[in-house]
DNA sequence: ACTAATTTCGTGTACGTTACCGTTAACCAA
DNA sequence: TTGGTTAACGGTAACGTACACGAAATTAGT
């Protein structure tokens, strides 16, 4: 804004006005050791004064300095495949990152199973990393490695979920508790006036349920907080076989009969099979995530609506985190929730995850 | 993939293989005449088997290259700040590839008068630019300047509405159609099953009306292909001082009784406004953008749905695809649609625009 | 065959930084 | 004084590409 030839200053420039060389220049512009605090203060009063920005093209030439991020989340199972999402997200960013010489090697653990969390985990703290990417999703086990890395000092960001009072970079993912809200603010909108509402739980670990909590806590206090006579039930289902998920669904739907049903997670694709099955298509299903199974449920009208939180932009924007945080020393927003993005059967063709 | 050490290939290991000087690979890279054939082919060859790919740092530290962009899109009145919107995006992705010797110069025009667009068009064409992004909003002012653009071989990209056919470099957009089919989907779900709905239609200039008749379109087919008994009523305002807007309001609504009333345009607000003072809440009310005056009706519940598609990201997607295409000579897609967002008062909080 | 015109190619410098190596000078101990 | 140590700084070769200039090689013209 100051001045139109702000393009053209360099160390040169700004070693010519402080009376030294550039030599002395680039060590108090990288902080190194070996410079006098008053020369220190006479260079730095300059490039303050004249707004000097560093020729990223020329840095990246010359230097060849490499950093190191390493990514920990969920491998993805036959059973569900949401994690291939963020993957894709985190391949994207370490591509175009990889040109300013940083290096992402992706590491994987299974859901259902802490210790290959653990293993991970150790695999990355002897890997000597600069930065690392996590889903913490089973608390007490993260807490450990997140400790870890604090004395190391290396930076942390989560994704999908978090971990809240956890000195790290940042978190990005969903408000969960904002996500069930918002379910109970369509699910309001539907006829009629006053409805009976099954909530459904489907997961198998333990550690991951107050992932699921907070929605449903969302959820119900939408209709508290609204005054509305809608009637909640809810199941948990802690097989994820189709044959147990199908007993209980049965059971529960024979008891009474229901208007709604709501999935908390993306496992709303099996309770659509049931519907589908049995000709259920008087209940209006909502439920969470773009995947190919719960499209299709959507496309053939057995969903009604799925709720989607960009998890490749997670992915994506974590590594991005990272590398903003420790390549140009920006600073990062502690916690970015994603937009909670609400997918019908007539807008699903044009979404990006 | 082929090779580790695929990163340290460059002109000068080019040049030995070939046994020429890297004077004349650097011709061969840049095509530049003074080469000839035989070893013009030697050297492709070897670029080819090597998987060469320029060191785009140094590509950028050595070139005095400058590109020019000229955008031109309404201005924003104080009718409507829509286009507030793109010009961020516009104005984030020129900060983006400032640095890549981009400059991008913004020309604006008036909604409202035919002649300002001209106006804008002819600078543009005297100002000797690299690549121009444009809202093609008059259809006959457009086409005289794109065919002048296609002379002079000047790419050209589309936001926010198109003129399919028209040779370009794409349209970066809404798809109306499909965005107006989906505000139907959503009406739908509103109770009761028999409804009467009225389609409001605001905008003076009569040339952006096929704009809003392609969202009409889609709304309306919904219905017949869906059989659903759902009486739809139109009305054109095309006046949009809110004293015409309420008296024409005012007449048709003490005609019939509405359930749902769809205004095909971000002047929703107006009829809020209409909502708010007249004490009506029972009829629902959906329409487009996420502008601070619709977001505050939709915060009240004045509105119930809010259609929104990213107008921010589509002016900066719109400059990048320039960018990809003549920088990096990246083939870019012809139609690039954008989402279909649902707004409400339970997820705008998180809404990027 | 000789010169002129033209095509084809090589060399050198510049781009702004980084990082290493060398130089100075200042200080202390012997 | 001398020698040695070290903090403070200067100088400069890279990094990979662009481009101008001029040399060399080829072709054309007589």
Chains 1, 2 share one sequence.
Not at 65 to 71: E, I, V, Y
Not at 260 to 278: C, D, G, L, P, Q
Not at 324 to 335: D, F, G, M, T
Request: one cysteine or more; aromatic letters at 10%.
């Amino acid at each position: 804004m100051e001045k139109k030839n702000s393009g053209t200053v360099g160390v040169k420039e700004i070693a010519r006005l402080a009376n030294v060389s550039i030599g002395t220049v680039d060590r108090v512009l990288n902080n190194r050791v070996g410079v006098s605090e008053k020369t220190k203060a006479k260079i730095l009063k300059i490039i303050e004064e004249l707004n000097y920005q560093p020729n990223i093209f020329a840095r990246r030439l010359a230097s060849k300095k490499k950093l190191r991020f390493a990514t920990l989340i969920p491998q993805t199972s036959s059973e569900t495949k949401y994690w291939e999402a963020p993957l894709n997200g985190i391949q994207q960013a370490a591509n175009e990152i990889k040109d300013f010489g940083i290096e992402v090697i992706p590491f994987f653990f299974d859901q259902n199973d802490k210790a290959t969390f653990k293993e991970g985990a150790s695999k990355i703290s002897a890997g000597e990393f600069d930065g690392v990417l996590m889903a913490p999703m089973f608390e007490d086990e993260s807490i450990a490695f997140i400790e870890e890395c604090n004395d190391k000092k290396i930076p942390l960001v989560f994704i999908n979920s978090d971990i809240p009072g956890h000195n790290n970079l940042c978190y990005i993912g969903p408000n969960l508790y904002q996500s069930g809200y918002l379910s109970a603010h369509i699910v309001n909108y539907l006829s009629p006036a006053n409805k009976k509402t099954l909530i459904v739980n489907i997961s198998k670990e333990i550690d991951l349920h107050h992932h699921l909590l907070r929605k449903e806590e969302g959820f119900r206090n939408y209709f508290e907080q609204n005054g509305s006579t809608n009637e909640l039930t809810k199941i948990d289902i802690q097989q994820t076989g189709y044959a147990h998920i199908q007993e209980k669904l049965a059971k529960q739907l024979a008891k009474e009969k229901y208007d709604v049903v709501f999935v908390t997670n993306s496992r709303v694709s099996t309770v659509a099979k049931y519907f589908e099955e049995n000709k259920i298509n008087d209940i209006k299903l909502i439920g969470y995530d773009f995947l190919e199974d719960n499209i299709n449920y959507l496309k053939n009208k057995t969903i009604d609506f799925l709720i989607c939180q960009k998890p490749q932009e997670q992915g994506y924007r974590g590594l991005m985190s990272l590398y903003y945080h420790l390549v140009l020393h920006a600073n990062i927003e502690k916690e970015q929730f994603m937009p909670i993005d609400i997918i019908t059967k007539e807008n699903y063709q044009y979404y990006s995850n």
